[in-house]
C-alpha cells in the first residue's frame, strides 16, 4: 500500500460532478440556456422530484481549513435579508418552471447554518414548502450543524417542522489541532447537541471527521474516532483535508506547509480510523463515508441505489438539484448552474428579479455518458460500458488508461465491465480520472485539485 500511494497521490476532482468545475466550457451560461436544460429534464424524466441544496454562508469566525464559501460576520442583521434573496429565488425558478417540484431532500449547508436564528431558518422552509410543516416520510431535510451555535431551540423547531437528518462538524478533538484551524469546540460541547437532538427525535445524526489537518497525529485520530464512537452517530464522513490555499486564499495559511501529513502518514490516519469503524460496526460508503447498518444510506449503498451529487452521498436519487443562496450548484442532469459567488452581488441580482447564475456547463452526450460512468464507480466501484456506445474509440483509449492500475491489482476488468478491488478502494478517484476526458485531453493541473488519497 505504501508504494501505491507514493505512486497515485496525485492531484484530481472529487467527482461530485462530471465535468468538474474547472472544466465547464460556459463560464457565461444565459440563464435561458440554463433554463433549457431544466426543461430537457423535465421531458426526460418521469417526474417531478427534485433535490435542493440552500446555502448559508455566514459564520462567526473562520476555520482556516474551510474550503467553502462563506462570509465572517458578528452582524446577525444580515439574515432577514438573506433569507428574502433566497426566497425571492426561489419564486424565480418557480415562475420558470413548466412542472410543479415536488421536494424530495432539503439540505442546508454553509458557511454555519445554526448562525441564523431557528425562526429565520422556519420562515425560510415555511417559503419554500408552503406550509408549517412536512412529514418527514415525505422529504429528507437535514442541516449542517456547528456544535458551539446550535440550540436546543434549533434542534426542536427544526424537528417540529419535519427535520431528522443533522450533521455535526467535529474535525479533530486534539486542542493542537483546534487551534491549528481555529475551531475550538471541546467534546462536552459535540456531546450536549447530539444528545440533544437524540432525545428531541432525530433519527440520522452524522459526525463529519476531517484527516491530514495541519499538526494531525496518529494519537488525534485514535483519540478522535474513540470519542466519536462513545456517541455512536448513524453516520460518519471522514474527509481528506483539501489543501489548496491557491484557490482559497489565506484563510488556509494559518500553518506551515510542513505541519501537514503526507502521503503514507495521511493516508495511513484514514486506515486506522476506517479498522475502529469497521470494528464497531460500521460500513464502508463510497469514499469517505461509513454508517450503521440500520441507516438509510447503508441500505441505499447495499441495494447499489446510492446517489451522488454536489451535496455528496445520497439516499435520495433524483435528476434535478437545485441550489439556492450564494455560490450554489445546480444540477438538471443535462447542464449545471453555479450562482455568484458574492453575497452581495447575489442578492442584488435576486433582488432585480433575476436568476443569478454567472457561469455553468452544458453537457455533451459524450459527457452525459462519461458521467454515468463516473457515479457508477463512484457510487458502486463498478461500472459497464455501453456496448452500443457510438463512443468505442473513447472506451478503448479509457481501458488504455486504465491498464496501469489493472497491473497494480486496484482494477479487474472483465469484458465490459470494470470493478475496483477491495484494494482499490482507496484510489477510486483515480480510476475515475482514467475514464475523464477533460483530463485526457488537457492533463492534470497542479493548481486546480487537492491530492486524491
Known amino acids: 500500500m505504501q508504494s501505491l500511494v507514493e505512486k497515485y497521490n496525485v492531484p484530481g476532482p472529487r467527482y461530485t460532478s462530471y465535468p468538474t468545475v474547472p472544466f465547464w466550457k460556459n463560464n457565461s451560461l444565459s440563464v435561458a440556456d440554463w433554463l433549457k436544460t431544466i426543461e430537457r429534464n423535465s421531458n426526460t424524466f418521469d417526474t417531478d422530484d427534485i433535490s435542493l441544496y440552500i446555502h448559508l454562508p455566514y459564520c462567526e469566525s473562520l476555520c482556516t481549513f474551510c474550503g467553502c ?21 426561489w419564486q424565480l425558478y418557480n415562475e420558470q418552471f413548466n412542472f410543479t417540484p415536488v421536494i424530495r431532500e432539503l439540505h442546508f449547508g454553509g458557511g454555519t447554518p445554526t448562525f441564523f436564528a431557528p425562526d429565520e431558518l422556519i420562515r425560510l422552509v415555511r417559503a419554500i414548502f408552503n406550509t408549517d410543516a412536512i412529514d418527514p416520510n415525505e422529504a429528507e431535510l437535514s442541516f449542517e450543524a456547528h456544535p458551539n451555535n446550535t440550540s436546543r431551540e434549533h434542534l426542536e423547531k427544526l424537528h417540529a417542522f419535519g427535520f ?126 461509513f454508517a450503521l447498518p440500520h441507516d438509510d444510506l447503508a441500505k441505499a449503498f447495499q441495494d447499489k441505489n446510492l446517489h451522488r ?60 455518458e462519461i458521467r454515468g460512468y463516473i457515479l457508477d464507480l463512484m457510487c458502486h466501484f463498478e461500472t459497464t460500458l455501453k456496448a452500443d456506445s457510438p463512443y468505442k474509440e473513447v472506451q478503448d483509449a479509457i481501458i488504455g488508461r486504465l491498464t496501469e492500475m489493472v497491473n497494480d491489482g486496484l482494477v479487474v476488468i472483465e469484458e465490459n ?37
Open 417 to 453: 465491465k470494470v470493478c475496483v478491488t477491495e484494494i482499490g478502494i482507496p484510489f477510486v478517484r483515480n480510476c475515475c480520472m482514467a475514464f475523464d476526458q477533460d483530463l485526457a485531453d488537457k492533463g492534470q493541473r497542479e493548481n486546480l485539485f487537492s491530492k486524491t488519497i
Open 309 to 368: 451529487n454536489f451535496m455528496g452521498y445520497t439516499t435520495q436519487n433524483t435528476d434535478f438539484l437545485l441550489g439556492l443562496g450564494m455560490s450554489s450548484i445546480s444540477d438538471s442532469w443535462f447542464g449545471f448552474a453555479q450562482n455568484e459567488k458574492s453575497t452581495e452581488k447575489y442578492m442584488e441580482i435576486v433582488n432585480s428579479g433575476v436568476i443569478p447564475i454567472f457561469r455553468g456547463h452544458v453537457l455533451s452526450e459524450l459527457d452525459l
Open 69 to 89: 464559501h462563506k462570509r465572517i460576520t458578528k452582524n446577525h442583521a444580515v439574515e432577514g435579508p438573506y433569507i428574502d434573496a433566497v426566497i425571492k429565488e
Open 164 to 289: 431528522r437528518r443533522l450533521s455535526l462538524g467535529i474535525q479533530d478533538y486534539s486542542p493542537t489541532v483546534q487551534q491549528a484551524i481555529n475551531r475550538i469546540q471541546p467534546f462536552e460541547d459535540v456531546k450536549k447537541v447530539h444528545e440533544q437532538a437524540k432525545q428531541i427525535g432525530y433519527t440520522s445524526i452524522s459526525h463529519d471527521l476531517v484527516f491530514g489537518l495541519p499538526k494531525q497525529r496518529m494519537n488525534d485520530i485514535i483519540d478522535t474516532v474513540t470519542k466519536t464512537l462513545e456517541l455512536r452517530p448513524d453516520r460518519i464522513a471522514l474527509y481528506s483535508y483539501a489543501h489548496v490555499p491557491w484557490i482559497k486564499g489565506n484563510g488556509q495559511r494559518g500553518y506551515d506547509e510542513s505541519d501537514l501529513p503526507q502521503d503514507n502518514e495521511k493516508r495511513s490516519l484514514y486506515e486506522k480510523a476506517k479498522s475502529m469503524l469497521e470494528a464497531k460496526g460500521y460500513i464502508e460508503i463510497g469514499m469517505d463515508h
